[in-house]
DNA sequence: CGGGATCCGTTACGATACTG
DNA sequence: CAGTATCGTAACGGATCCCG
C-alpha cells in the first residue's frame, strides 16, 4: 500500500482532500453511491483502473471508515459505504453538476456499468425529496436495471432490480445522461425517449414531479 | 507542462474531476475563492507547494477557462477566478463540510495566509444570504483583514480591508476555523473568543442572525 | 524581490502478468 | 474472483538558478 500523502494543513478542505482527493478515489465513492459492489464491479465500471491502484484506494477508504468489506453470499468480498461514506454523496453531486459544464471531448469511453447515472440521479432525488412523496421505481437503461426508492423524505438510487416497481422507465444511457446533465428537457425526454409504464396509478403524479424537480435542480 | 492524465469517461463526475481533481489543484481554487491572488500568495497560503507544480496547475485552470492571469499594478500578475470558476464554491463549501468531521492530525501546518477561513465561511455566506440583508463587515483575525460583503442575497469573504465597514469582528485563526467547522457554538464564540465593534447600529441584527445561519449551516 | 524555469532524486501511477 | 508482483513511465517535491 503506497504512503498516504497528506497536505498536513489545518484547514477543513485540505482534510477532506486527504481522504478523497487521491486520483481514482471519488470515481470509486461515485460507484459505491449506487449500492454495494464487488471488486470487480468497481474494475468493470472505472474502464481502466489498475488493480493494484483499486486495492489501494479500498484499502485506505477501509482505514479511514467510509467504506466497509463484509463477506458476500459465496465468500465473496463486498464493499459498501459506511455511514460517513455517505457523507460524500454532495461532494460527488456538486462534481457531477460542476462537469455538467463541460462537452465530453476527446475519445470518451462508456463506462463499463451504469452506476455514474444511478448516483448522479439519485444525489439529485436525495435533495429534493419530500416527507410526502413515496414510492418505488424502477429504471431499466439499456436492459440494465436501477432501482429509484423514495421514502420518508429520503431518496435513493440502486444499481439492482426493483422488487415491486410502482412505475418503470425504460430508456437509454445516453438519454438518461443527457437529462440528467440538463443538456435534454424533460418534456424532450418523455416524448420519444423513454417509455414509462405506470402499475400503481396514483404515483404517477408524484413521480413526475421529483423528475421535474430533479431536472430543475440539474439546470440550476 | 505535464500531460493531462484524463479519465475519458462519459461521466460528468469524471469530467469536473479531469479539471479540477489534480492534487493541488482544488487547494489553489480555495485560496482564489478569497479574492484575486498573486502567485507568491499562493505559494505562501499553500504550505509547501513545489513552484513548478503551482505554474502547472494555473496554467491548466487557465486552459480550461477556471482561472484569468491579469496584469496588476506594477507589471505584477494576479490571478483571479472567472465566472466558471466561481462555480466551484459550492464544490469546496461541501468539501469544507466533509473536511470538518475529522479531528486534525499529525503535525499540522497553519497556512501561510488566512484564505482557507474566508473562502469556507464565504461559501457558507453565500448560501445563506438573503436579500434583505445588506452589509459589510470587517473581519480582523489575528491582525489581518477580510471583507464579508452581502448584498441582494450575494455573499462574499474577500481577503482584503473592508473600506467602509458596518461592523467589526476581531478574532483569532483557531477560534474562527473552530467556529467555521462547528466545534464551537457561536454563542461560546461571541462570549469570550472574539470582540464585536458596531458601527452601523441597524446592521448588527441582520449581521447576528446571519453567523447564526452560517453556524447552523455547519453543524447541518 | 517577485515570478517563474530547469534539473533531479523519489514516489505514485498504469499495464501486464501471475497466483491463491 | 480477488487480488499480488513486477516494472517502465509519468508526476511530484525540493532545490537551485534565471530574469526583469
Avoid at 192 to 197: A, I, M, Y
Wanted: proline share 4%.
Amino acid at each position: 500500500m503506497t504512503k498516504n500523502r497528506s497536505y498536513k494543513l489545518l484547514c477543513p478542505i485540505a482534510r477532506a482532500l486527504d481522504r478523497i482527493g487521491d486520483r481514482w478515489t471519488l470515481l470509486i465513492l461515485r460507484d459505491l453511491h449506487a449500492g454495494p459492489a464487488r471488486f470487480s464491479d468497481l474494475q468493470r465500471g472505472l474502464t481502466g483502473i489498475a488493480a493494484n491502484l483499486l486495492t489501494d484506494r479500498l484499502a485506505k477508504l477501509v482505514g479511514d471508515g467510509l467504506v466497509v468489506k463484509t463477506e458476500g453470499a459465496h465468500g465473496t468480498s463486498v464493499y459498501e459505504l459506511t455511514d460517513l461514506g455517505e457523507k460524500t454523496s454532495d461532494i460527488i453531486f456538486e462534481l457531477a453538476m460542476f462537469g455538467a459544464r463541460f462537452a465530453p471531448e476527446e475519445e470518451l469511453v462508456t463506462p463499463g456499468n451504469l452506476r455514474t447515472v444511478a448516483t448522479t440521479i439519485g444525489a439529485a432525488a436525495k435533495r429534493v425529496a419530500t416527507p410526502e412523496l413515496n414510492l418505488d421505481a424502477s429504471f431499466v437503461v439499456d436492459g440494465e436495471q436501477m432501482h429509484l426508492s423514495v421514502h420518508d423524505g429520503r431518496a435513493k438510487m440502486i444499481y439492482a432490480p426493483c422488487p415491486e416497481p410502482d412505475l418503470i422507465l425504460s430508456t437509454g444511457y445516453l438519454d438518461l445522461l443527457a437529462v440528467s446533465e440538463g443538456d435534454l428537457t424533460l418534456d424532450e425526454f418523455v416524448r420519444g425517449r423513454c417509455e414509462l409504464r405506470v402499475l400503481t396509478q396514483e404515483k404517477e403524479r408524484g413521480f413526475v414531479e421529483l423528475m421535474t424537480n430533479i431536472v430543475a435542480l440539474m439546470n440550476k
